[in-house]
């Protein structure tokens, strides 16, 4: 018991000491150096004092024969890992010691201080950067993440930068999948927020449209100005909109051309309104009649928030050519009143009972493209028309089916390419050498032909949306 405390004692003390050796050489009244060679002799234990006279007859060599702490290490009573040789020869007397001995303690003491000696640099620049950073807010990306616009970009004429006030498509892949997209209106003082970041608005205005930026954790997003086609799909909806694919079947079954008067029943959320205004351009005009005002109101600001988008993006006005009416169209009569159509497009529930209003008013010829979600509106359609006796042919039912296909380079789970091997006569007895097998893992850019490609039908596909019923006016 009284062996265990004094050893504990001598542990204390040789800790503490040391403690006020690094206080005192801090405040320059000591010179650790040379005092901290006698700190292996120092403690309560008995045999201290043979140490010191150990010590002192052994002047002829090197005065620091105890290895070196560094400031951390000898706080904290750890010390430095020792070599094998460096553990024996401190078991045997000093003056045995030959001189490679000697050199090999001074060339580890040596490498110790200067590691003590960087740490006080080391320390200034940790603190210099983590000011740095503390500067920098968690939302906000420097200038080295972002990077400027690439320089070798030259802009082309009338080419316009991304400016405050336009709507936007942000959009991230990874795998050959979309893993998000989303439409937004670039505003100051907000931010594009998503699962993989955050990307101040600042960063978007003045740079071209398709600029590639960083967010806050450092994935890739692609700013790019939206298509109508991608608009009609992301903006914000009251009922389901006619789909572009449905939407250009529909313009092509009604030949609408620049310059014609269209008429639409059923505005919904704006998405045929938009189409049939591009088509008809400046110099014709599309009537557009709602049932509901909350549709009505729906497609009047979808068409303003494209309207306005295009004025910045390209500083011309989006032709003014259609008339939102909230109204029912069967009863819409003193509205049409001394107007042709050159094309009808119906979005109804009943279609068939505003068919006797609207004939009268198409061109002799033309067509009436319906819009029909599901076959049994398809029937009853055809029942009506059966039943009313109008001067209107059935041309087509129709649905439109898009499928998507994956065609890509096929990759290794690496990332690399796969490459084609040329069939053999002798496969079976050929075994590739180990030269061979390098070729085919090299990273060297592969020739033109020798990537092969995956070619399948998208595992995502549209499924179905509507039927086009195609309806011409005939005289009998």
Known sequence: MTVGLHFGFSF????????????????????????????????????????????????????????????????????????????????LPEDSLSQDVWDLRDTRNTEVQNIENKTGSDVEQDSKGKEREDATSPGQVTLEQQGSFASHHVCVPAERPIFFGEALLAEYRRNRRLEFRKMFQLQKGLKLHSNWGLIPHEHMEGRPSGSVLHTSMGIPILIRRPSLEEFTLFMKRGPAIAYPKDASAMLTMMDVTEGDCVLESGSGSGAMSLFLS???????????????????????????????????????????????????????????????????????????????????????????????????????????????????????????????????????????????????????????????????????????????????????????????????????
């Not at 560094?70 to 460096?86: D, I, K, N």
């Not at 008339?323 to 049409?336: E, K, M, N, R, V």
């Not at 398809?378 to 039912?397: A, D, F, T």
Request: charged share 25%; with cysteine; aromatic share 8%.
């Open 12 to 91: 204390i003390t040789r800790k503490f000491v040391r403690v006020c050796v690094i206080c005192l050489e801090r405040h320059n009244v000591i010179r650790v150096r040379p005092f901290i060679s006698s700190l292996r002799s120092f403690g309560t234990d008995p045999n201290d004092s043979d140490r010191d006279n150990s010590s002192s007859d052994a002047s002829a060599t090197p005065a620091s024969t105890f290895p070196q702490f560094s400031q951390r290490a000898s706080l904290f009573g750890r010390r430095r890992p020792l070599s094998p040789l460096e553990r024996v020869s401190q078991l």
């Open 278 to 476: 591009r088509a008809v351009g400046s110099k014709g005009s599309v009537l557009s009649v709602e049932i509901r005002e909350d549709h009505h109101r729906r497609a009047v600001l979808n068409y303003q928030r494209w309207c306005s988008s295009w004025i910045i993006q390209r500083g011309e006005e989006w032709p003014d050519n259609v008339h939102f009416y909230h109204g029912d169209l069967i009863s819409a009569s003193p509205l049409l009143a001394g107007r042709g159509f050159n094309s009808v497009a119906l979005d109804m529930v009943n279609p068939h009972l505003a068919l006797p209003a609207v004939v009268p008013h198409l061109h002799s010829g033309s067509v009436c493209a319906v819009y029909q979600a599901n076959i049994t509106q398809v029937i009853e359609l055809m029942e009506g028309l059966r039943c009313s006796k109008l001067p209107l042919v059935c041309e087509r039912i129709v649905e439109v089916q898009y499928r998507d296909w994956l065609v890509a380079p096929s990759l290794k789970k690496d990332g690399t390419f796969n490459r084609r091997i040329a069939p053999r006569e002798d496969d079976d007895e050929y075994e590739p050498s180990e030269d061979a097998e390098g070729d085919r893992t090299r990273t060297d850019p592969v020739p033109f032909g020798d990537v092969p490609y995956i070619a399948r039908p998208h595992p995502e596909q549209t499924g179905h949306t509507a039927f086009l019923v195609k309806l011409r006016k005939i005289l009998k």
